[in-house]
């Protein structure tokens, strides 16, 4: 028996048979990412049920020196919890770890396991007149590990701040086998460095989060969503600067996208209706939130907002949902267009984000630059204005082979972009992490101190690199298993 197979039969007897598979069958759908971007290899698939499983496993992989890949739903955008094509690692999938411990509703704040799925979280804070105010499209797939571990972001940003805001606390596996135990959330707490937050948006390179206190809040009693129409990105901005003055409490999402998604939505969705009679070169969704359902006049305060701002010019056109299957619909058109401009063929889709207030700026000037360099493509921009945050997509020009263009004009054009952001003082990662998919542009782009810094905590953390080998800043190639 070679070290690997009895590394395998090592691992099968500490987690079980449910909890190690090395099942090619098994093991295929967890191989590649999402999106078919990235492929891999593992020896298998570890499936701990305790945080003590985990802490074990972990020892084990030190013995061994076998690589682990942590993996959460498995929605990531930059191949974060894919596996390389070496087949000497193994995937850490902790979605057996699904258990909400202790929920707290006097105290606004909920202690649940890395495997829950969002949607679930909802549920239950929802089941005690709650909310955990972060949500996004994967809901139904993402884990709370996953969005730990990625810093994740959503459509609530604007007002509640990235997952970094929601964790109260952590207990988290290190490399070297121990537990960080801690989950007491502390309203004050000086004693030296904040360990939680240096292990968010660190995609299990430093540590493997096993659960988290996390903050809930109370849950909505009224919601108003406008669907409003615009000739341009800047007008967007005004028109979200007024609604920031007249109503920020209430203001909770700031969404825009082109004619141009809209049109691919309404193309996509069967049933699906555009919100206003005419179309318009831009369209802003907004929605305003109130804990309180005391008849106030969260509405009409909405209506003069949306009034005023149609009468300076801002706004050609706009409408407010009447009910919440109206908010819903509104939203859905929203939430559908990464999957219908995927219907549309290849394209590059940046994540990126520059200041509030040079996002119109940089959409203006960024379009038109790569649509010449680049003949046949079509650029545009939808997503949060509201914090800066527009996912900036690239279409394929007609005919292309997938797969081939984007190695090839693909590549270039998401370096161009990327230049682009930097010089408008951005980031080329705003919500989706750099996983193996932009850790070569990190390597060109960012702050040498910076990453000098964060390959100084690698090490420190994790000497043997055996934590999610190849993501974000990876040190030298782990040690052999031969």
Known sequence: MNRLNEFAARVRDLLGERGFTADPDLLEPWLTDWRGRFHGKALGLASPASTEEVAAFVRLCGEYGVPIVPQGGNSGMSGGATPDESGTSVLLSL???????????????VICEAGVILQNLHEAAEAHGLRFPLTLGGKGSATVGGLISTNAGGTQVLRHGTMRAQVLGIEAVLANGEI?????????????????????????TLGIVTAATLRLLPAIGERVVAWTGLSSIG?????????????????????????????????HLPTARPPLADEHEWNALVELVTPSNDGSDMRSRAEEVLAAAMEAG????????????????????????APAERALGPA????????????????????????????????????????GNVHFHVLAPQGVIAGEWEEADGKQISRFVHDLVTAHGGSISAEHGIGQLKRDELERLNDPVALSIMRQVKQALDPEGLLNPGKLVPLAPAKSNA
């Open 314 to 337: 801002l706004v050609d056109d706009a409408v407010i949902a009447a009910n919440e299957k109206q908010a819903d619909d509104l939203w859905l058109l929203r939430d559908s267009i």
């Open 95 to 109: 979605r057996r770890m699904d258990t909400v411990r202790e929920l707290d509703a006097s105290a606004g704040k």
């Open 180 to 204: 960080f135990n801690g989950l007491t959330a502390l309203k004050k707490d000086n004693r030296g460095f904040d360990l939680k937050q240096l292990l968010i948006g660190s995609e299990g």
């Open 235 to 267: 007008k967007a901005r005004e028109l979200l600067m007024r609604f920031e003055k007249a109503m920020p409490d209430e203001l909770e999402g700031f969404e825009v996208m082109p004619a141009h998604s809209l049109a691919a939505v309404l193309d």
């Open 348 to 387: 590059m889709q940046h994540d990126i984000s520059v200041p509030v207030e040079r996002m119109p700026e940089f959409v203006e000037a960024a379009i038109p630059a790569v649509e010449q360099r680049y003949p046949g493509t079509k650029a545009l921009g939808f997503g949060h204005l509201g914090d």
